[in-house]
């Protein structure tokens, strides 16, 4: 399964228990860092170094630290 598919399962199952703002905020998120980077790689071969190099992307195109660490919140459903 790839992490899209993956997070589509899993946002559905959570969108009643979250607000509206921390959904829209996970799926703004997602949407803009997460899905560009590993959206269509599948679960089975995501390594440790994949998502240490999102951080550093994150980190050198200006995002600073509260909002990487925010993003890989996020991912916290699988990491």
Do not use: E
């Amino acid at each position: 399964m790839t992490i899209d598919k993956i997070f589509t399962a899993w946002i559905a199952l959570k969108a009643h228990f979250l607000s509206k703002q921390t959904y829209s905020t996970y799926l703004g998120l997602y949407s803009n860092h997460i899905y560009p980077r590993l959206g269509m790689c599948h679960i089975d071969t995501i390594l440790y170094i994949d998502y240490q190099k999102l951080a550093n992307s994150l980190l050198a195109n200006g995002k600073k630290p509260k909002t990487v660490k925010n993003i890989f919140g996020v991912l916290s459903w699988y990491i």
